[in-house]
């Protein structure tokens, strides 16, 4: 089955720049989004179709892709930041969704 | 803005049908995908399934066989059936908007403990 590999973990200072990475073979072909979930919320889309921030989100929070990789770029970290983040895209027919395993962003 | 609210019972016993609903409100649910996702305790998000408002739907393979997922547009609500269900099925189960593509609202959970 499909799958996307995001690190388990990332932690930066305040202020800092982090940068959570999602890799998968139908990525130069399917689009990615990104999810921040903080304890006991749901989760909130913070980045759609790999570059496009919705309406609300910080500028400082910016996606890239690159071949197998899209890159969810968080400038000026702040503590409000610390959350899980997820990457979500489809297999290579489009049909099936796939969630990475999360990354824990801990502000340090 | 789309608001979406899970229910259903907080606990299923082990080889009994999960069964939960979300009701749509601040938007239509016609001629969109209405998606549902897990989360088991202090783990991950799985995808479960979608469904179109013309009833078409595509499921997880790793469910398929245990889940089914139906809309009724007159009431503004979309559903998921899980059979046989076992401890591994304890989860905060979502709702969402959207399909194989970006879901862009989300409902606050609910959580479904399987147990006996």
């Known amino acids: 089955s499909y799958e996307l590999t995001q690190p388990p973990s990332v932690s930066v200072s305040p202020g800092q720049t982090a940068r959570i990475a999602c890799s998968g073979d139908?990525?130069?072909?399917?689009?990615a989004y990104w999810y921040q979930q903080k304890p006991g919320q749901a989760p909130i889309l913070v980045m759609n179709?790999?570059?496009e921030r919705p309406s609300g989100i910080p500028e400082r929070i910016s996606g890239s892709s690159s071949g197998t990789t899209v890159t969810l770029t968080i400038s000026g970290v702040q503590a409000e930041d610390e959350a899980d983040y997820y990457c979500?895209?489809?297999?290579?027919?489009?049909?099936?969704?796939?969630f990475g395993g999360g990354t824990k962003l801990t502000v340090l | 803005q789309v608001r979406l609210q899970e229910s259903g019972p907080g606990l299923v016993k082990p080889s009994e049908t999960l069964s939960l609903t979300c009701s749509v409100s601040?938007?239509?649910?016609?001629?969109?995908?209405w998606s549902w996702i897990r989360q088991p305790p202090g783990k991950g998000l799985e995808w479960i399934g979608y469904?179109?408002?013309?009833?078409?739907?595509n499921y997880n393979p790793s469910l398929m066989g245990r889940v089914t997922i139906a809309v009724d547009t007159s009431k503004k609500q979309f559903s998921v059936r899980l059979s046989s269900v076992t401890a591994a099925d304890t989860a905060v189960y979502y709702c969402?908007?959207?399909?194989?593509?970006?879901?862009?609202?989300w409902g606050q959970g609910t959580l479904v403990t399987v147990s006996s």
């Open positions: 969402a908007r959207g399909g194989n593509f970006v879901l862009d609202y």
């Open positions: 601040g938007g239509s649910i016609s001629s969109d995908y």
């Open positions: 469904i179109h408002d013309s009833g078409s739907t």
């Open positions: 139908a990525l130069p072909k399917q689009f």
């Open positions: 179709k790999d570059t």
């Open positions: 979500q895209s489809a297999d290579i027919t489009g049909v099936y969704v796939v």
